[in-house]
């Protein structure tokens, strides 16, 4: 005879129960995790927070009120004063220069560096150097123009006893608006071959490959081909020299120890010499202006690179 044993009786719930479990525990890991994540950007909140957020918005508010606290227009008013254009428009003429020169000058490199070796001991040694010298402004960068080009200058001293060049016979240019344009685009170049090298790159060989088998030249290639898909990045890169130039400060506050005569400059005079009478907050006016300007700017600069993304994904 054939004994069956019972089969061993079953319990649903507990089984649910058991399921269920680790799925809590997952989903409280998940929240945790998540939590986590956000508290890993705290640093970078609260710096962003202390340096940038507040002093912009302060910027933005003392502009509207007087001294006492009193709400007033004058100070924007202020920025249709004949010594403010004309500093906004040297800034303006000084920023667009030296981003279009270095822009050029810049794009040049990359199209020599290209065709080195990525990992190779130029395209590094290149890549290093641009850098730091994309970053090397200020009181540095003044000494060093001064040092070389300056009244008593290496190159200057040079030039006037080797071949009786004197490169002041028309003022001490140096020192004024149009000598920020040398330590500009020094500056200015470096960062052009950082922003711009990575699009050069991303150009596909097969595109080029397809424009030799359809019968088209080099000149074809570049003209009708590389040159549209590059061109949103060329004039983001252009865009964004640009705001560079037109932020800086430290340089040419090294170098132009007089006046205000780009607008960075017209803001250190704000704070610092005698205020005109209503308009004690001008100096929040101005950097209001600079402000609406840099959005402006970077917009353009995010519209375009928005356009280079499309083929570099």
């Known amino acids: 005879m054939v004994t069956v044993a019972p089969a061993p009786a079953t319990t649903s719930g507990g089984d649910d129960e058991s399921r269920r479990r680790p799925l809590g525990g997952a989903a409280r890991s998940s929240r ?15 710096y962003v927070l202390i340096f940038l957020i507040v002093p912009t918005t302060l910027a933005l508010l003392t502009g509207f009120f007087t001294e ?8 924007i008013a202020g920025l249709f004063a004949p010594n403010v254009l004309a500093a906004f428009a040297s800034s303006v003429w000084v920023s667009a220069v030296t981003a279009i020169v270095g822009a050029i000058v810049g794009a040049l490199a990359c199209y020599a560096l290209v065709g080195t070796r990525p990992e190779g001991a130029i395209r590094t040694t290149v890549n290093s150097i641009s850098s730091v010298l994309a970053q090397f402004g200020g009181v540095m960068l003044a000494f060093a123009f001064i040092a070389t080009i300056g009244i008593q200058g290496i190159i ?13 016979d028309d003022g001490v240019w140096l020192y004024q608006v149009p000598g920020l344009l040398l330590p500009y685009i ?43 898909v590059l061109a ?12 560079n130039a037109f932020s800086s400060y430290a340089t040419a506050a090294a170098l132009i120890s007089q006046g205000g005569q780009i607008v960075p400059l017209q803001i250190r005079s704000a704070l610092v010499s005698e205020t005109v009478l209503g308009r004690e907050n001008m100096a929040g006016a101005l950097a209001l202006g600079m402000i609406v300007v840099m959005i402006v700017v970077m917009w353009g600069y995010s519209v375009l690179q928005a356009r280079t993304s499309r083929w570099q994904r």
């Open 156 to 168: 200057t001293v040079t030039l006037q006893d080797a071949a009786g060049i004197n490169i002041f």
């Open 186 to 228: 020094y500056f200015q170049v470096p960062l052009m071959i950082i922003t711009f090298m990575p699009a050069l790159e991303g150009l596909k060989t097969q595109w080029a490959e397809a424009n030799a088998t359809l019968g088209g030249s080099r000149f074809t290639y570049w003209t009708r081909i590389a040159a549209p």
């Open 32 to 46: 945790s995790l998540g939590v986590m994540k956000y508290l890993g950007l705290t640093p970078f909140a609260l």
């Open 232 to 243: 949103p990045a060329f004039f983001g890169s252009v865009l964004l020299l640009f705001a």
């Open 68 to 75: 006492d606290g009193s709400f007033t227009l004058e100070n």
